[in-house]
Nanobody, 123 residues
Framework: QVQLVESGGGLVQAGDSLRLSCAAS????????MGWFRQASGKEREFVAA????????NYADSVKGRFTISRDNAKNTVYLQMNSLKPEDTTVYYC????????????????WGQGTQVTVSS
């Protein structure tokens, strides 16, 4: 019903900025919340940020607060993750996710996932 496609990943140096995009298609009207996760090989998936489609409430992981900003453009069915002051520790694959439920924990119960985009931060 919903497909998500991430873009914007790449190789940057520490301290640089990068903006990830996630374009949703299909029954986008069913989406209540969209978020970003990241997962390095061999590690647990980590919640990064999320935003509600209606109202625009946001939530961030402590590790990215003050550096990352999630935003949305409902007209374009797109969510962005502006990443500033990037650190080598931010290197991993970033995934876009969406869920239908407007309630629940910010980092749980997501229904749709993108394919992921690689972010590499060199020192």
């Amino acid at each position: 019903q919903v497909q998500l496609v991430e873009s914007g990943g790449g190789l940057v140096q520490a301290g640089d900025s990068l903006r990830l995009s996630c374009a949703a298609s299909g029954r986008t009207i069913s989406i209540a919340t969209m978020g970003w996760f990241r997962q390095a090989s061999g590690k647990e998936r980590e919640f990064v940020a999320a935003i509600s489609r209606i109202g625009g409430s946001t939530n961030y992981a402590d590790s990215v607060k003050g550096r990352f900003t999630i935003s949305r453009d409902n007209a374009k069915n797109t969510v962005y993750l502006q990443m500033n002051s990037l650190k080598p520790e931010d290197t991993t694959v970033y995934y876009c996710a969406a869920r239908r439920s407007p309630k629940g924990l910010w980092d749980m119960e997501y229904d749709y996932w993108g394919q992921g985009t690689q972010v590499t931060v060199s020192s």
